[in-house]
């Protein structure tokens, strides 16, 4: 038996957290707030202190926007896109080398089991990797025209300038690509404010980056709160894009914030995602695959298939699979090789989770597994045990607000055409799936779902040369694919007089 937690040895194992408090990455150096104040950030799996970050304010912002500003005006603005896409496969390299220590990093910030952590290193590589082919994949365009003379009408690309980029908590090792990519790709900048509760691996990550050779400047974190450093760097007046990844209700206010000098803005927010399990769906691929949509990173997931509709000719026999696979799953230590759902990202995310779980019973819904917090050897950490809710209402609280932890609600419906009208019945609309048989089915479900991303007979796959945007509030503009890529330039037109 270990005299410690794993998660203890592990953070005693990465010299990253052993050297002082962890300040802003800006012009390639280190930076104390100007404050001098700081926040703590807790590891999720034993609740005690994992470092102490520079807490970012307007100035701090300022500071890095600033610099973002110069460098992209300055060399960074001479290397041709082979130079761009170079770069980032040496980006790839640097980043495969020091994997496991970002794996562990990621772990010990948000909780999410290592196993896991360590599985996403060929999602991380193909991600770099499709950005650099894109450095050199994209291109204006000539235009037939009908004015006379002799004119050529052409378009060029040209990237916007800084970018500003506000990650969540729940996977910023991957979440980050999203604006470092398409910045490198392109010739931006970026000022990037992680989430306050897991800012280490973009920290640690921005560190990287300069050791790969990205010139100091193109890449800058502050971190902080964000009321405070996201909101400012969502107003500033010297930002032109800002790319954000979260609650529909922060979504709100940066796309007001950006009205200051109208700036481009992408915006991944909220889901409930529709899951639909029909009569003829194969139940062994079915169940664990609509249980793990929702309970994979603890549910922690923006496109997590939370809403599970299913036939009623096989609600009984699902739901008994359901809940004997929900019960069966391990939840622990995060470095415990066997563990398959780790810790809540913070206390007050358990207490957000757990007022919804006592909401469900007070709206008639019936607990058929899970609900609890976890005691014992994991009763300092923020753990629930994954969750089932039966006999669910579409209209209930837990059908309809984004819940962000392993909460599932099992609705019950009898035709193609109620499932899909419960379906849709939500402002959200990020994602959704079914599980079928039919090809029928399939093909007029894929057609009437509306959401931005749709699985058959799967969840969660995502592969970062299919774009996907949010329908409804759950945001708008593409994320992933081509279209991601010319967010980040604007277009010219050219008339060249050749009389």
């Known amino acids: 038996m270990n005299e410690l937690p794993l998660g203890t040895q ?7 957290l052993s050297n002082g408090p962890k300040n802003h990455f800006i012009d390639g150096k280190w930076q104390p707030s100007m404050s001098g104040e700081s926040i703590d950030t807790f590891n999720p799996a034993t609740g005690q202190r994992l470092a102490l970050l520079a807490r970012g304010r307007t ?95 052409l378009t060029i690309k040209a990237p916007v300038g800084v970018v500003g980029g506000i990650i969540p908590w729940n996977a910023p090792l991957i979440s980050m690509w999203w604006i470092i990519g398409g910045a490198l790709a392109t010739g ?25 050779g990205v010139p100091a400047g193109v890449i800058n974190v502050v971190t902080g709160l964000g009321g405070e450093a996201g909101e400012a760097l969502s107003a500033h007046a010297d930002v032109d894009r800002i790319v954000f990844t979260g609650s529909t209700v922060t979504g709100r206010k940066i796309i007001q914030a950006s009205a200051v000098n109208m700036k481009r803005v992408q915006l991944e927010l909220g889901g409930k995602s529709p899951d639909i399990v029909f009569s003829d769906a194969n139940l062994e691929k079915a169940v664990p695959g609509a249980a793990m ?38 939840v622990g230590d995060p470095f415990d090789p066997d563990t398959q759902l780790g810790p809540l990202v913070s206390e007050q995310q358990l207490k957000r989770v757990m007022s919804y779980v006592e909401v469900g019973g007070q709206e008639g819904a019936r607990l058929s597994a899970g609900g609890t917090r976890l005691g014992g050897e994991l009763a300092n950490g923020y753990y629930l045990a994954p969750t089932v809710f039966d006999d669910v209402h579409n209209n209930m609280r837990i059908a309809r607000e984004e819940i962000f932890g392993p909460v599932l609600s099992l609705i019950t419906f009898d035709t193609e055409e109620e499932a899909l009208k419960l379906a849709n019945d939500t402002p959200y609309g990020l994602g959704g799936g079914l599980w079928t048989s039919n090809i ?24 970062p040369a299919a774009g996907f945007a949010g329908y409804k509030q759950s945001g708008y503009g593409v994320k992933g694919g081509k279209d991601h890529v010319e967010g980040f330039l604007y277009e010219k037109t050219i008339y060249i007089n050749g009389d």
């Open 188 to 212: 931006c900048t970026a000022v990037i404010k992680p989430a306050e509760d897991a800012s280490l691996t973009t920290l640690r990550t921005a560190e990287l980056l300069v050791e790969a």
């Open 10 to 16: 592990a953070q005693q194992r990465i010299a990253f």
């Open 59 to 153: 100035e701090d912002v300022n500071a890095a926007v600033s610099v973002a500003r110069k460098t992209f005006e300055g060399p960074w603005s001479r290397f041709t896109p082979h130079q761009r896409a170079t770069l980032l496969m040496r980006v790839v390299e640097i980043l495969e080398k020091n994997y496991e220590e970002l794996a562990t990093l990621e772990s010990l910030d948000m909780g999410a089991p290592l196993k896991r952590t360590l599985a996403m290193k060929n999602v991380l590589v193909q991600t770099v990797t499709y950005f650099a082919a894109q450095a050199l994949n994209w291109a204006g365009t000539t235009v037939p025209n009908s004015l006379p003379g002799n004119f050529t009408t």
């Open 293 to 330: 949509g929702v309970y994979t990173n603890s549910g922690q997931i923006c496109t997590a298939g939370t809403r599970v509709f299913v036939q009623r000719s096989i609600r009984e026999e699902f739901v008994e699979r359901l809940v004997d696979f929900s019960k069966k799953i391990k």
């Open 440 to 463: 029928r089915t399939l093909s007029r479900m894929m057609h009437g779902i509306k959401a931005g991303k749709i699985w058959v007979n799967c969840w969660g796959l995502n592969d």
